[in-house]
């Protein structure tokens, strides 16, 4: 079992960066896929990255692409978040989420743990 607590939130100016961390206690974060969802208000939950426990490959929503990089230090068991040129469309609670392996990295029903999010307001 892991714990996750997610950090680094806050509010930035459009086209700013923020990096969100994900930091893990309990079991090697390691041993787990990572991945990087948001909700915003009235709407479901979405996929934004996914970082893969076997080969370290990288997943993005097409929506960030680009812009934000998903990323984790074992040694520190800490996820990451780095968010650049930040829209508006952007604001959220992002959530940091661990699970198995699976294929089905985008689909927030895979993850087994979650933390309780940060929330992120891109203003205009």
């Known amino acids: 079992q892991v714990q996750l607590v997610e950090s680094g939130g806050g509010l930035v100016q459009a086209g700013g960066s923020l990096r969100l961390s994900c930091a893990a206690s309990?079991?090697?974060?390691?041993?787990?896929?990572m991945g990087w969802f948001r909700q915003a208000p009235g709407k479901e939950r979405e996929f934004v990255a996914a970082?893969?426990?076997?080969?370290?490959?990288?997943y993005y929503a097409d929506s960030v692409k680009g812009r934000f990089t998903i990323s984790r230090d074992n040694a520190k068991n800490t996820g990451y978040l780095q968010m650049n040129s930040l829209k508006p469309e952007d604001t959220a609670v992002y959530y940091c989420?661990?699970?198995?392996?699976?294929?089905?990295?985008?689909?927030?029903?895979?993850?087994?743990?979650w933390g309780q999010g940060t929330q992120v307001t891109v203003s205009s």
């Open positions: 309990g079991r090697a974060f390691s041993s787990y896929n």
């Open positions: 970082f893969i426990r076997t080969g370290g490959n990288t």
């Open positions: 989420a661990a699970s198995g392996p699976t294929d089905t990295y985008y689909s927030s029903s895979t993850y087994y743990y």
